[in-house]
């Protein structure tokens, strides 16, 4: 059949013949990420109410510099900028939050509800250039291996938190006693939710079995390889609980710091 | 029986439109049985791909209320009938006539993809021995029916027209059956990155979403090929690591 090729025709931004209500799913992903990325920038410039008892704010842990009695290395280092506003957070929360940003889930969200690349699928977009992954900036991306190995040590030390958050000083005697309050479970369920996502990273799979093509010979591999793929395939359905739950431990440690809640003793 | 609207794009080459048609539905019709039935009745010119009528050949492949979907899968009773149904053929290829397009392009692309090359033979008749364990993950890629949905789909292809830079997922998928079969001893991943322009994901899932086979596009074959990539491109302590086993490989033969 002989025809001449045909130049495909592109659609204007948001046009498409979907009917539904497309664009609500980016609308939702927008709110939710810009709600979180609001609070975890506000709450990690607070550099207060960050710690309660035995609990300490997973924005704020590891304490490297602080005045807190949780600080690993001191007060604050007399060489900080005074221009520089400081918070043990904002020394941390980097980390993870590019560990985030970097994550393959996020990437396809957050480019179709901040970028609108593309708004939705077989949805109209509002530039005609597109470079995607391919070049700067966002081949950047590509470094998403190095954060998710820096996640991993967080998931350590925020259970070492739980744990720690298990153990309540006694007001009178200042003895060391083994309880549960509402914060401590908060605190589990936290660390719980970060160690199903970061164990399910799609680096993660790929490094721990997924760059062979022969896992057969390597049991230990192989059930890794099998493990990170069971949470790989909730990896959506890790991603956003354990970024809600990151921020309401940090909001029940504040508000109970501030004597806002009040947290009851279980055990 | 129930009268319903099909509003079926109708043009060439040149040119085209959308054209309203009214029909009669019954339980268990699908939209190809649709288009089907305006063609005998009301269109007898309308062009129209199909095969099996059973989403097995990938044939019958439109755009149906703006989402790609193979028609003989569509169900009636799962559409509005309140509003008319829309039915284009796919966008990101060039319109031949009606609802058909030229999808020639996917064949030129295949060629361009390095073939099968299995490692010598592991017995002497000639034969070879795998686990099946090794490939199940590959065996999930050969359930397409090359519908050429995800093509569609892929804004990469249908807003941007990167045909020339990008194979999009159905060849990346194709890449993965390839690149990661236990037999394979063949090298894609500098093809993956540079002519095959792997970069140019950027991960919006809609392919997994179209697949009428519900391979898992995004996260089995294309996140996996981009690891590999990274591992060979990206990753400094995987080339230093690289560059230890070959020193250390070279040492070693070296002395025998």
Redesign the interface.
Same mark, same amino acid.
Request: glycine residues 8%; positive net charge.
């Given at each position: 059949?002989s025809?001449?090729?045909?130049?495909?025709?592109?659609?204007a931004f948001g046009q498409?013949?979907?009917?539904?209500a497309w664009w609500v799913q980016p609308v939702v992903v927008f709110l939710a990420l810009g709600g979180f990325i609001v609070y975890a920038t506000w709450a990690a410039l607070q550099n207060a109410h960050y710690e309660f008892g035995p609990y300490l704010s997973p924005f704020y842990s590891p304490v490297l510099f602080g005045d807190s009695p949780h600080a690993v290395f001191g007060p604050k280092p007399s060489a900080w900028p005074g221009w520089l506003p400081f918070s043990p957070a904002l020394l941390i929360l980097p980390f993870p939050a590019l560990f985030r940003f970097t994550c393959?889930?996020y990437?396809?969200a957050y480019?179709?509800a901040f970028w609108a690349?593309?708004p939705s699928? =077989?949805v109209?977009?509002p530039r005609?250039? &597109?470079?995607?992954?391919? %070049?700067f900036p966002?081949?950047l991306q590509?470094?998403?291996?190095y954060f998710m190995y820096i996640a991993l040590v967080f998931i350590v030390i925020l259970g070492y938190d739980a744990v720690k958050a298990m153990w309540f000083t006694d007001a009178a005697t200042g003895a060391k006693e083994f309880g549960i309050g509402v914060g401590t479970l908060v605190l589990v369920i936290n660390v719980v939710l970060l160690a199903g996502y970061t164990l399910g990273c799609? =680096?993660l799979?790929?490094i721990v079995g997924? &760059?062979v093509?022969?896992? %057969?010979g390597a049991p230990v591999r192989?059930i890794s390889y099998q493990c990170v793929s069971c949470l790989?395939?909730g990896?959506m359905r890790w991603a956003w609980p354990s970024l809600f739950w990151v921020a309401f431990a940090d909001v029940y440690v504040r508000l109970c710091s501030m004597g806002i809640w009040t947290d009851f003793r279980l055990i | 029986m129930t009268q319903a609207t099909f509003s079926i794009w109708r043009g060439d080459s040149g040119g085209g439109a959308l054209v309203d048609y009214e029909t009669e539905v019954s339980e268990g019709m699908v939209v190809l049985d649709a288009v089907h039935q305006i063609q005998a009745e009301k269109a007898n010119d309308l062009a129209v791909r199909w095969n099996c009528k059973a989403g097995k050949c990938g044939s019958c492949s439109a755009e149906v209320n703006g989402m790609p979907k193979l028609m003989c899968m569509t169900r009636i009773d799962e559409l509005d009938l309140s509003k008319p149904v829309t039915i284009e053929p796919m966008r990101a290829f060039p319109s031949l006539r009606d609802l058909v397009t030229d999808v020639s392009w996917n064949f030129r692309v295949k060629k361009k993809i390095k073939q099968f090359t299995p490692r010598p033979p592991d017995a002497p008749d000639g034969s070879w021995r795998m686990q099946q364990s090794d490939v199940d993950r590959v065996q999930e890629f050969r359930k397409c029916i090359e519908c050429f949905l995800c093509q569609d789909v892929c804004h990469v292809l249908r807003d941007h027209h990167k045909h020339e830079e990008f194979i999009g997922p159905r060849f990346l998928v194709y890449a993965a059956a390839l690149e990661m079969h236990p037999l394979d001893v063949a090298d894609r991943v500098d093809e993956l990155k540079q002519a095959h322009g792997i970069g140019y994901c950027n991960i919006t899932k809609c392919c997994t979403k179209v697949c009428p086979e519900h391979i898992t596009i995004t996260d089995n074959a294309i996140i996996p090929l981009k690891e590999r990539v990274v591992d060979r491109h990206y990753d400094p302590v995987a080339k230093l690591v690289r560059l230890f086993r070959r020193t250390a490989g070279q040492e070693t033969s070296g002395r025998a």
């Open positions: 059949m025809h001449a090729a045909v130049p495909l025709t592109r659609r498409t013949l979907r009917p539904d393959y889930y990437r396809g480019y179709k690349d593309p699928c =077989s109209g977009e005609s250039n &597109y470079r995607g992954e391919n %070049s966002l081949i590509n470094v998403h291996r799609h =680096s799979r790929h997924g &760059y093509d022969r896992l %057969s192989r790989n395939r990896h | -």
